[in-house]
């Protein structure tokens, strides 16, 4: 299972925050996952690791989900660390990532595959019923959005299903605490530690 040569070429060019060998690792996970179910992404910004998880996707025989309301995270706006000045939009200056996610995937030729769910994950998680067999949690990364989608989202997870989360670091000097808390709160709930690549965990429901 890989991504074809185009879409590699896609996901490396594209915006995000997702170095390659932690896209493979993502891709990889996305894979087995997709065996059990369709998947679903928490945060799409430009649509870089949607590449990764649409390659997984298309492999299966799946859809990727991949949720964003697309007017960037706290940590994404002017000001901080994650900001990229090219993805506001001039004429209000409020940030607008759908127009780069939706040139990535069409780029990537995966329109058939990644479908663009434009909204609050908590608001349309308020309104969804389908289990899936992958979920991606890479989102909001204060401390209460993270957790929301984690208590969103999680439970849509099938039996033998896989649940990825991005931006984990142990120590506070290495980064923000809430992914690995929320990576906490799921070993805990019963999920079982799978792999470590980077900041990318994955576990199996
Ligand atoms: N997965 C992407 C990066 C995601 S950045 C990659 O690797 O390329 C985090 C994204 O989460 C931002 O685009 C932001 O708009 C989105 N986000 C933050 N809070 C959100 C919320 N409550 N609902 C929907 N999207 C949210
Ligand atoms: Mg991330």
Not at 152 to 159: E, K, P, Q, Y
């Amino acid at each position: 299972m890989s991504l074809t040569d185009r879409e590699l070429t896609v996901a490396r060019d594209a915006k995000g925050f997702m170095p390659d060998d932690e896209g493979l690792a993502l891709h990889a996970a996305g894979c087995d996952g997709g065996r059990i179910g369709p998947l679903l992404e928490i945060g799409s910004y430009c649509g870089k690791s949607g590449v990764y998880l649409g390659a997984a996707a298309r492999e299966c025989g799946t859809v990727l989900f991949t949720i964003d309301h697309h007017r960037g995270s706290e940590e994404n706006q002017a000001e901080w660390e994650h900001h990229d000045p090219e993805v506001v939009d001039s004429r209000t200056g409020r940030m607008d990532t759908l127009p780069f996610f939706r040139r990535t995937v069409e780029a990537a030729g995966l329109e058939s595959v990644v479908v663009g769910v434009l909204g609050d994950s908590p608001t349309v998680g308020r309104y969804w019923t389908s289990p899936v067999g992958f979920l991606f949690i890479d989102g909001g990364h204060a401390e209460a959005v993270a957790m929301a989608d984690y208590t969103t989202w999680a439970n849509h997870v099938l039996a033998g299903g896989v649940l990825a989360i991005h931006d984990v670091f142990e120590r506070p000097e290495q980064g923000g605490q809430a992914p690995f808390h929320v990576w906490q709160r799921a070993v805990a709930d019963g999920f079982t530690p799978l792999a470590t690549t980077g900041s990318l965990r994955t576990l199996r429901r």
